[in-house]
């Protein structure tokens, strides 16, 4: 290679990361700004904004024990996450992740606790894959809707996220019940996915498992997919112009069901790891988990980009970890959801961004203003 | 005669690039004033920059001689400048009355008063001779239409300065003439209009004064009827440029593309293409003509698997291509410049370098590993094509959507082209290209049919259809109804041919 490419390459390098930085910043400044009004909202409620944070930070990172369990939400929230921002970067919005993620977790539980006798590293793997593949087909039968008959995926995804949750209450209530209580039979110890305190007893006290892994690398996965690979060119390509896909001879219906089947199979494993992991069993559910919808807000702060996914997803684990600490300290547990909003509202808005922008327009304007005063 | 709008030193940059350098422009009232410039040189940025759109960097706006700063469009609309832009930005499933209030909505207590809009609407319309119906749906009507209805959008706010973006970019000859009709009433009354345009017969038949824009810098202003096209031609482009294409004799060879008995539906389901029969040789440009809305646009869509076939074939090289899906036609050796470049031609927020791709992004040379995209490779690829073309663009990094209108088609064509396909369907190639840009374009069609490859070109201008083509075909009614040797067509000819007139005998 000559020396001229090469220096065409490392330019290029550079600017990436220069692009990187400038991504990152705003997002960044804004996480910052939201949490100062948010310190300044507690404040006005009549309570110390550095109690409250700092309560926050002792529930979610004080001690090895907190934040493995921040962890343990950060696991599902990278996954949940990363369900909804693949399917937005095909331009379609995956409201059935909470869905995708109770059929992973009851599959889970039926392979789990249903094969026996395994081997079990191959037990947990058939249950994680049979989790995810649950999920993915909840999601992608959505996405079948969408392509054959044009139906609307957050109608359908509504809808079949209802219908997840009774199947799955179903099941714990009859097939898979345990002796009449209100969860389900436990899966078997060969299923049980490894856990830190297996082999760290500082964790001890920690539900913390390798599905933290599992999930950070199916997220580098999807960002590989999605940037570098055809098919991540071609969900791109839908996502932003249908229309001009098919003319470049993508096939569009096919990468609806495609993008939605993936979405699913993200949800679907984070449900599979929290039983595999953290539950071994199903509870019978009330309501929605809530993860599925907090992928939603993870994201949007995430700017849909893989990466971004596992820092925001960490930060929300943190503030959903904190919240209750601060509730004890005497603030109300609404400011955590407050922050949450404010966040959204700052990064998903572009706000910071937007008022860079007219900062700079209105720089202009004076100076033009000046300008012609001085004539 | 006053000035109603006076621009002073603007200056814009955009990332990597001066898009307007130190422009100076006085518009005088009541008169057509006419923006030319290269693809690119700044024109859409300025006039953005008068209707508020962009800040300038510096420079000063005085409207009606008093010095304004117009941060944003609604300080434009108050200070009645209007515009409409080279890319509608109509709401398809609303009616034009609605499409006109929108924003401006007059208000019965809370309750819209559609009455009086619909009442406003067409009382304007009459008075400018727009003859627009406020009733019918955006989707239901042509383009030309549409533009009127912004333009009497602009009206309706009060407008008394237009600006008009490539208007006559999109319209048939037939609208061409009736916006001229239109923007004479419109000058008669008093309004004054900015225009901006490629085409340099329209410079001569509309306009009074025309100022030259080149890389960002004015060139001249000069009064219409003191220049000529070639004067404007060279200033535009600082050279000489070949208006008349030069062409050897064709070879024609066995055919490319055979269509027969071809029938398909356009979006409303009505029959659009009724039994359409012909083939391109290799070696030929087989040019079809036809008033808009014939079915040309059906037909091609038809071909290149975009659109259903009810009946009959197509077949590229002898091989069947029916109602084959879009990818297999593209791998087939087919190349398709589409009408419309921001619906078809591109991933608006795509690269340019992603964009250099479509539809060939599964080709060997681009990929790695089998699956995965080799990305400096596609770079290096877009690269070429940005030189080879001369797109003007700061790099192969930015969005599809920062270039300007005529470079965006551009960069298609040097796509399309160079995937050196058997067959190249040009449709409106040219459309929004300056004079500089038509020329080699046309020369890189004829290029290609020299080397042996069949073209197929549709266009709504006769004059580009009768100098490429070798043979020409008349479109009407679904139809084709008539092929006649480019060297015996005349304007007269093909002009009874395409209102559905018979052919004479002599053929
Ligand atoms: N939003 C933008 N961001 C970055 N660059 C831009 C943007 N808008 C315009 N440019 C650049 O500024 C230059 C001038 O563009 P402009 O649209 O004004 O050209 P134009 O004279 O209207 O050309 P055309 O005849 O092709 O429409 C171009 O090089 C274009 O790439
Ligand atoms: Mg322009």
């Not at chain 1, 409201?95 to 606790?113: L, R």
């Not at chain 1, 894959?129 to 008959?149: E, N, P, T």
């Not at chain 1, 999930?215 to 071609?234: P, R, S």
């Not at chain 2, 080699?440 to 049919?449: A, G, M, S, T």
């Amino acid at each position: 290679m000559d020396l001229q490419k090469i220096n065409v390459q490392k330019s290029e390098r550079k600017e990436n990361l220069d692009n990187l930085i400038k991504q990152l910043a705003y997002p960044l400044i804004a996480i910052i700004t939201s949490f100062v009004v948010g310190g300044l909202l507690v404040a006005a409620f009549g309570s110390n904004p550095i109690v409250a944070y700092s309560a926050m930070l002792r529930g979610s990172l004080g001690d090895i024990t907190s934040i493995g369990e921040t962890l343990v939400i950060t696991t599902y929230l990278i996954l949940t996450g990363l369900s909804i921002a693949f399917g937005f970067r095909c331009g379609l919005f995956n409201i059935g992740a909470e869905g995708q993620f109770v059929m992973g977790a009851i599959t889970a539980v039926w392979i789990g606790w249903g094969l026996k006798g395994l081997p079990p590293f191959l037990h947990v793997t058939l249950t994680l894959v049979g989790g995810a593949l649950a999920g993915g087909f909840w999601g992608g039968f959505v996405g079948w809707l969408k392509a054959r008959l044009g139906s609307h995926e957050v109608i359908n995804g509504i809808m079949m996220n209802y219908i997840a949750v009774q199947l799955s209450n179903f099941w714990v209530r009859t097939s898979l019940n345990q002796d009449g209580k209100a969860f389900s039979v436990e899966i078997a110890d060969s299923a049980k996915l490894w856990r830190f305190s297996e082999t760290f007893s500082v964790f001890s006290k920690t539900r913390l498992s390798g599905g933290l892994f599992v999930a950070i690398l199916v997220a580098l996965v999807a960002y590989y997919v999605l940037n570098k690979t055809q098919k991540g060119f071609e969900i791109r390509a839908v996502g932003f112009n249908q229309h001009a896909a098919e003319y470049g001879g993508i096939n569009v219906k096919n990468n609806i069901i495609l993008a939605m089947f993936s979405a699913g199979l993200f949800a679907g494993l984070a449900g599979a790891i929290m039983t595999s992991a953290m539950q071994y069993r199903v509870n019978q559910l009330m309501g929605f988990t809530g993860f599925g919808m907090d992928g939603i807000a993870v994201a949007l702060v995430g700017n849909n980009h893989p990466i971004g996914v596992i820092i925001s997803a960490l930060l929300f684990g943190i503030l959903q970890k904190g919240g209750p600490m601060m509730q004890i300290e005497g603030i109300a547990k609404e400011v955590v959801f407050i922050v949450q909003g404010i966040l959204i509202l700052f990064v998903a808005a572009n706000f910071v961004r937007i008022m860079h922008d007219k900062y700079k327009i209105n720089k202009e304007l004076k100076n033009s203003l000046n300008k012609r005063e001085g004539k | 005669m006053p000035t109603v709008i006076e621009m002073k030193g603007i200056s814009k940059s955009f990332p990597g690039i001066k898009a307007n350098d130190n422009i100076s422009l006085s518009v005088e009232q009541g008169e057509i004033h006419v923006l030319l410039g290269e693809n690119g040189a700044g024109k859409s940025t300025l006039m953005n920059i008068l209707y508020g759109l962009y800040n300038p960097d510096e420079g000063q706006i005085l409207v009606k001689e008093k010095p304004v700063v117009i941060s944003n469009p609604n300080v434009a609309i108050e200070l009645g400048i209007g515009m409409v832009h080279q890319h509608f930005m109509l709401v398809q499933p609303f009616t034009v009355a609605e499409n006109i209030v929108l924003g401006s909505e007059p208000s019965k207590g809370i309750t819209l008063d559609m009455n009086k809009a619909i009442k406003d609407v067409e009382e304007i319309s009459k008075k400018y001779e727009l003859k627009v119906d406020p009733n019918s749906k955006i989707q239901d009507i042509s383009v030309g239409m549409q533009q009127r209805v912004e333009i009497l959008k602009t009206l309706y706010r009060g407008a008394e300065i237009l600006i008009l973006d490539e208007p006559t970019a999109v319209l048939t000859p037939q609208e061409i003439e009736e916006l001229g009709i239109i923007m004479k009433s419109l000058v008669s009354q008093g309004k004054t209009i900015i225009l901006i345009t490629h085409k340099l017969k329209e410079v001569m038949a509309m306009s009074d004064r025309v100022t030259i824009i080149r890389r960002g810098k004015v060139i001249d202003t000069l009064n219409t009827k003191n220049t000529d096209i070639d004067e404007l031609a060279e200033k535009m482009v600082g050279r000489k440029v070949n208006l008349t294409v030069d062409k050897k004799e064709s070879k024609a060879g066995t055919p490319v593309l055979e269509v027969k008995g071809l029938k398909a539906l356009d979006n409303r389901d009505l029959e659009a293409v009724k039994g359409v029969s012909f083939e391109v040789n290799g070696g030929e440009i087989l040019g079809i003509a036809g008033v808009d809305g014939n079915g040309q646009h059906e037909l091609i869509e038809a071909i290149t698997g975009l659109r259903k076939i009810q009946a009959g074939e197509v077949l590229i090289n002898g091989k069947e291509i029916t109602s084959k899906p879009p990818r297999d036609i593209i791998s087939s050796g087919v190349a398709h410049i589409p009408e419309d470049r921001h619906k078809r031609g591109l991933v608006l927020d795509f690269p340019l370098y992603e964009n250099s791709i479509l539809g060939n992004h599964r080709a060997k040379t681009f990929s790695k590993h089998k699956f995965s995209l080799n990305y400096p490779k596609i770079r290096e690829h877009a690269r070429r094509l940005i030189k080879e073309f001369d797109v003007r663009t700061p790099n192969e990094k930015v969005k599809a959507r920062a270039l300007s209108g005529g470079n965006q088609q551009k960069l298609i064509i040097a796509r399309e082209i160079d995937r050196d396909p058997y067959l190249c369907i040009a449709a409106q190639p040219t459309r929004g290209l300056d004079v500089g840009a038509i020329e080699f374009v046309h020369k890189r069609l004829i290029e290609q049919r020299d080397s042996g490859k069949a073209v197929l070109l549709i266009s709504l201008e006769l004059d580009e259809v009768m100098s490429l083509s070798d043979r020409i075909a008349v479109m009407y009614d679904g139809k084709i109804v008539g092929v006649i040797d480019a060297k015996d067509a005349t304007e007269k000819k093909l002009g009874i041919l395409m209102a559905g007139g018979e052919a004479q005998h002599e053929e």
